[in-house]
């Protein structure tokens, strides 16, 4: 590989501020001519560009929340005038994530962005241990909505010069049953594909390691398992370090990554309990902050974590809350050297929403979905396990419901059909009686959507 830019390994704290400060100037400048959203507020607040020196005046910005950016996606978009260059202007891709109602969020990226992406997955790699003899299997779905998971596993491996195979697990479309794979298919083509890394959502590969080990496909090549997971703890790592040595892997790895679509890849562990790396110092900006107070919090406590983009053109955020508390440290990693933020506790989400199988989801936007429906008379949704006894199985979205006596036969499957649309995730749909358990004593208050899925540790 030619040589990098080293933004992961700057000799001193004062070298990567500098390094910050120039590209972020560039972006302030374009955000107070051209980001609509706060063009305005700003405007409210009566703040201008030269209040807002640089990296230590971001304190002076109020938070920006996740119901702000869904609100108007559009308005954290920089509109670029003609005369910037089109690498800035021209959009590359557009990416989704949960919304407020039916609708998910478009995430922009410009050409220039989708530069900074290629080498921001490249320095996730880089810091996961990956080298140029390493080839990747993509086990993430097709979803609905583009989503960050499948194609940036395909656009890391392309930075990274290293071969990938998509194993497009499930049926992406009536239209052509004959593109994704199941899982049969998957297991065989993980043991052809003879791949050192595995990478997608964990409770998918704990399943696919426990069907290859039925079928008797041995995977003695894999050395590494990429996996994204908001409550997978060190239980769930050894499961699959066991499950992969039973497969004949010597000396497997779990490395799990905090990702978001705001940031178009993740945060990750260069080794196990290391913490999670911000990938990319020199295009994004963490902060921890009191959740109520929004007041700094020191460094190693608890706090609201912010991202704000430094060095972007389309969607672009200044101190946005990703909806999750951690502690962060910025101390040079004593494990790979890197120096840039970690987040050195496991993340938990603060803001209602949720993760189910790798998906976040808006309760409230299936809420609203369901009460638009006039043949439901009333409804449970549920998240739980698909084997209650095994808190790493795989999670299942249960609608328990009662449908009023006009109600057509095409209701389950139509309205199944509605919720993959809304929330990206496949519900099953049980249809119960007017006196099933699941109406009674819930109170008047009832939560859009019940998780009773027990939190593996
Ligand atoms: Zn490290």
New binding site residues.
Partial sequence: MTAMRDDLFLDSAAALKAAREAVFSETLDRIFAYHPHYRQLFEQKGIGRRDIGGIDDLVRLPVTGKTDFVARPADFTLSLPAGFDAEERVVWDVMYTTGSTGDPTPFTSTSYDFINILALNRNMLR?RGVTDSDSILNLFPLTRHPHGAFARAMNAAAAFNIPIVAAMPGAPSARHPDLGSRMDAVCTLAGRSNATILWGVPSYIRKMLGRAEEMGVALPAVRLVFVTGEGFGEEARQDLVDRLKRLGAADPVISVSYGATEMQGGMVE??PG?GY?NPAPLQFLFEAVDPDSHAPVADGEEGLILLTHLDRRGTTMLRYALGDTARLTRDR?P????LTERLVSVPVRRDGFLKVRGMLINPQALADMLASEAGIADYQAIVDKQDEADALSMDRLRIRLLPRSDAGDDLAPRLADRVKSTIGVMPSIEIVAADDPAFADRGWKARPILDIRKKPE
């Fill in positions: 810091l260069c080794r290391a790396h990693c494990h790979c050297g890197a």
